[in-house]
């Protein structure tokens, strides 16, 4: 497949000589290069941007010949027709390590065969695809023989749905590009077809009628991304390329969701360490990198923070192209509105409430164990504000174990990494509350509160048991019902700890209009009083058996969270306005412009008279103008 050559980001026209300057720093890995930054009016512009980005960007020398970690550096530099010689060297080296690795000997866990990695598979194989005019066939050859060192029959191995669609997705297309491929069970090339084919099927019919399990994962989302997106850039079998291209839709629909001027804002499966949660135009990471090249933001990234290893593939050009209504729908937040979902498969109902200027996201969920890996890696609630400074991101933590089912091990997760098993929360609009009851003899439970000092927080005023920040556009305030105190400093923020076992906690947001004039300091002192002044807090059921919290908000409604054992099936224990909160009801996407009901295979999407529907049965996506009124 032919691919034009992508032309530069907007600052690196304007700007031949630092072009040229950024060009050379890269490959000879100067420091003293200036940070660039990546912008783009459209799609394909911003795509572009991150590619010629990419170009530059040399692999260190334990990584050169780690596909995963470099290949978007060969394949980058093979479309930009730069240090071609170099990318050719280097990404033959890779296959060779990688082929030699697997053929070194027995593996010490069965699991995880050396050599056979399926981010090098997908890496390799994304990368023939994309640059295969330009590939030595000798190296071609490499790729097939790499591909065929993999045994395709039955799936085996992490069962992780990123570790999935990598694995089959790049085995589907090597058995169809290479018709002689025999792999390491005995399966012929048809066979792998066969086999991977029914996988993948299998794989999209759960996400597009059952969401995903690495729904809002920072990092691992874009990986998923990228291997779908393969499948529907290459793929020879138009029903595979068909349904991998409504699939991707939905993926990117999800996405458009959680969506508010480059901030990706809502609740993740899985968000390794806290950099994870601390994602914004400096540091983007890769799920939101590769979100921005079809959404954009309203000021340029930092190229540095765009996770390129993993975002790169969703930015090269080709035939997909993300749907205009769902980048419509991730652009419109001119009005504020509440965004629900839900993952049936994982007991996960999700709620991100967007406004003008931040996005507040959480979710229930009652896993019936402790033990359970939920609780690993996810991030269940998240606070995001539009900043011109970094770290515009809240989020109360607890401590909890690096591996919740494997308890005996006593390690503990890093800060910033994971959940508690025992908080629950409970959302209405820009309100959030947190419940939690830890067991006496459960080591982790200390709460503890990063307060970013970067120069999102503008200013911050405690009275009265509450930190209220003014946060240039839009005010938050916290408080911990049970004592806190500041402790040592961490990784740019002011850390706040509470040592209670079971303590409940608010957050109120506002915009700033409500209480704008004056300055700072006179405008967090009105939304500092009206809180004092409108709110209600009733913890005098926090001490009893099951705690109970209740709260009004600054806009009077009253909520009312009672925390829920494991393993008690939910019975109303969360309510607003006095009425339980239906989590059974809620939709698999829903919101002013989504409707996807839970189970139920179509999908409607609306805008003004713009209208978009998707028939996951018959893999049929129809778009339309609906009559006016």
Known sequence: MKHPLPQPPRDLVFHPMRALFLLIAGSLNLAAAPAPRLDGRTP????????????????????????KASAPAYAARLLRGFETDYALEKLDASVASRIARAKSGPPGNPLSPPGLDPFDKVALVNTYFLCKDKIPPATAAKIRDYCGLYAHKEWRGYGAMNYRLMMDGAGFLAAEEWPDLKDAAGLD????????????????????????DEYGCPIYLAVDLSAVRMLAEFARS??????????????????????????????AARAKYWGSNDTGLEAMGSTAAAAWVSFGAPRSIAAEGSGWIHSFWMATRGRYQVPELITRIASDRAKPFTHRGSVPSMGVFRSTYHSANYSLGSQWDTPKNPADALYKESRRHLLKWVSGKPSSTFCVCMENPRRPYNLRENVANAIGYGENPFSQYLQHEGTLLGLYQVPPDYPYYKLYVPF????????????DGWIFCHNSLMLMAFRSIKPAAWGKPWSGNDMLWCEARTNAWILETSELSPFAGGGPDAELGRFAAAVLDRTKIDATGLDQQPPRFRYTTLGGRPLDLAWLPHRQPYAGQAKIDDQAVDYASWPLHGNPWVRQKTGEPILHLQQGKDRLSYDFIHWTRRAWEAESP
């Open 44 to 67: 394909a512009e911003r795509g572009d941007a991150l590619v010629a980005y990419v170009a530059t960007c040399k692999p260190s020398a334990k990584d050169e010949t780690y596909p």
């Open 189 to 212: 090339a048809p066979a792998i077809r066969k086999a991977t084919g029914e996988r993948l099927f299998g794989y999209f019919d759960r996400i597009t009628r059952g969401n995903f």
């Open 238 to 267: 138009d029903d595979m390329r068909n349904r991998a291209t409504l699939t991707l839709d939905a993926m990117m629909l999800d996405i458009a969701c959680s969506w508010n001027q480059g901030l990706h804002a809502g609740t």
């Open 452 to 463: 970013p000092t970067r120069g999102s927080i503008v200013r911050r005023l405690e009275k």
